[in-house]
């Protein structure tokens, strides 16, 4: 049976590949937070390099209107809950 293909992001205009919604989208986070179970802090980390990653590919195509503050979308889900 062929896996399914992932929810990874298109570059440099930061949608999901499979689904088209802002990555990292639903299923993406999902993945994410599986795959780094145990290990928050490397997820935080490897997502703050995305997020810098976005921000520059976003400004570059859109540099009249940059994307403003990505944290929410890259990183605020993905803090542990009290």
Excluded: K, N, Q
């Excluded at 780094?36 to 859109?62: K, M, P």
């Amino acid at each position: 049976m062929p896996r399914p293909h992932p929810h990874l992001p298109v570059r440099p205009v930061w949608l999901c590949g499979r689904c088209g919604a802002p990555w990292p989208c639903g299923a993406a986070r999902l993945s994410l937070l599986s795959e780094y179970r145990g290990d928050r802090t490397s997820l935080l980390v490897y997502l703050a390099v995305l997020r810098e990653e976005a921000r520059e590919h976003l400004t570059a195509l859109h540099p009249a209107t940059p994307p403003g503050d990505l944290t929410d979308r890259f990183l605020t889900w993905a803090r542990a809950r009290p």
